[in-house]
């Protein structure tokens, strides 16, 4: 599976975004796709999941009610919509695929998100 990230760029705290990230292949409702972000000097932090089905969906606190995940099967596409954003979620935002309940294997190539205050 090949991911390619896209939707970066930079935006006003409150503001919103819609990063997007296409998959190669032809089975990929049968991978699990996830969002993750770096910021600079810190460690990849976990965003979002979504089963293959799109019937589960996961969060952490930190971008609960902010953050929704999304897949369109047909497309091979996972979004991520990014509302009400804070400087702190500035960050490198990584999509990445895992089959079934392995762990992530497949990782996109990044998208700059910067949020100014």
């Known amino acids: 599976v090949q991911l390619q990230a896209s939707g970066g760029g930079l935006v006003q705290a409150g503001g919103s975004l819609r990063l997007s990230c296409a998959a190669s292949g032809r089975t990929f409702s049968a991978y699990g796709m996830g969002w993750f972000r770096q910021a600079p000097g810190k460690e990849r932090e976990f965003v979002a999941s979504?089963?293959?089905?799109?019937?589960?969906?996961n969060y952490p606190d930190s971008v609960k009610g902010r953050f929704t995940i999304s897949r369109d099967n047909a497309k091979n596409t996972v979004y991520l919509q990014m509302t009400s954003l804070k400087p702190e979620d500035t960050a490198v935002y990584y999509c990445?695929?895992?089959?079934?309940?392995?762990?992530?294997?497949?990782w996109g190539q990044g998208t700059l998100v910067t949020v100014s205050s």
């Open positions: 990445a695929a895992r089959y079934g309940a392995l762990e992530y294997a497949y």
């Open positions: 979504i089963s293959g089905s799109g019937s589960r969906r």
